[in-house]
T-cell receptor, first 117, second 115 residues
């Protein structure tokens, strides 16, 4: 089954304790992305990657890091989490292709709900 | 920059009622437009899309038409069901440049359908 898998689904941590949220896709997609979802703001892009070793900032990258060492994995790293990073996080993937074509449909994981105390 | 504005929610309807969720956008060029749906406890799923002006996207009884003259992509369904209760997001993406692949989302509209 084609899917994007995030782990963990729920996480409660304390300020300053480094954490990693994993994301893995089994569709051989080149493009992967992280979003955060906050009430009244919709989803905002944190980082994206167009292929292995190619990553770039989205709209809200401060306080986050990513890496893309393998095509299927795109972990999100919070080196020193703060309470303002409490949010619902989504990983997404899609194949590269002509913008707007059916190939550009992004597939989302089920989400990771993070609370930073 | 690009932006998407959705109607204020939440929206509460009775089963079989008509649904409209308004969506307007601001973007340069010719964006592609999407509606995503998020059922409770799940990730986002693509509901429908339109890639050029006057295109109509449709799926599961939902429809939306890409109106470039009014920069709108309103979601409609003639008869909602309890199972349609979810959060609906309007989104756009633009071709090329440094924003490749980025989806710009509206704030989401919570829909609750009562029996």
């Amino acid at each position: 089954e084609a899917q994007v898998t995030q782990n963990p689904r729920y996480l409660i941590t304390v300020t300053g304790k480094k954490l990693t949220v994993t994301c893995s896709q089994n569709m051989n997609h080149e493009y992967m992305s992280w979003y955060r979802q906050d009430p009244g703001l919709g989803l905002r892009q944190i980082y994206y990657s167009m292929n292995v070793e190619v990553t770039d900032k989205g709209d809200v990258p401060e306080g986050y890091k990513v890496s893309r060492k393998e095509k299927r994995n795109f972990p999100l790293i919070l080196e020193s989490p703060s309470p303002n990073q409490t949010s619902l996080y989504f990983c997404a993937s899609s194949p590269l292709g002509v913008q707007g074509s059916s190939k550009n449909i992004q597939y989302f994981g089920a989400g990771t709900r993070l609370s930073v105390l | 920059g690009d932006s998407v504005t959705q109607m204020e929610g939440p929206v509460t309807l009775s089963e079989e009622a008509f649904l409209t969720i308004n969506c307007t956008y601001t973007a340069t060029g010719y964006p592609s437009l999407f509606w995503y749906v998020q059922y409770p406890g799940e990730g986002l799923q693509l509901l429908l899309k339109a890639t050029k002006a006057d295109d109509k996207g449709s799926n599961k009884g939902f429809e939306a038409t890409y109106r470039k003259e009014t920069t709108s992509f309103h979601l409609e369904k003639g008869s909602v069901q309890v199972s349609d209760s979810a959060v609906y997001f309007c989104a756009l993406t633009r071709a090329g440049g440094t924003s490749y692949g980025k989806l710009t989302f509206g704030q989401g509209t919570i829909l609750t359908v009562h029996p």
